[in-house]
């Protein structure tokens, strides 16, 4: 596991917590933001899994 994944995934799951925090305190603005920060995690993860399988060859 390389450090795009590891920080992706971390990036991911802090904005599920912050997209529900949101959710719960009826906070628009902090559940876009956390929507968002998952986002921007899952795409980092992806990036990391494309250079692990390029690494690994396949």
């Known amino acids: 596991m390389n450090k795009d994944q590891v920080k992706g995934r971390v990036?991911?799951?802090?904005?599920?917590?912050?997209?529900?925090?949101?959710?719960?305190?009826?906070?628009?603005?902090?559940?876009?933001?956390?929507?968002?920060?998952?986002?921007?995690g899952k795409v980092q993860a992806g990036f990391g899994d494309l250079k692990e399988n390029i690494k690994k060859g396949r």
Not at 17 to 37: H, M, P, S, T
Request: proline fraction near 0%; aromatic fraction near 0%.
């Open 11 to 40: 990036e991911k799951t802090k904005g599920t917590v912050k997209e529900a925090a949101g959710v719960i305190l009826g906070d628009a603005a902090i559940e876009a933001k956390g929507d968002i920060q998952k986002n921007v």
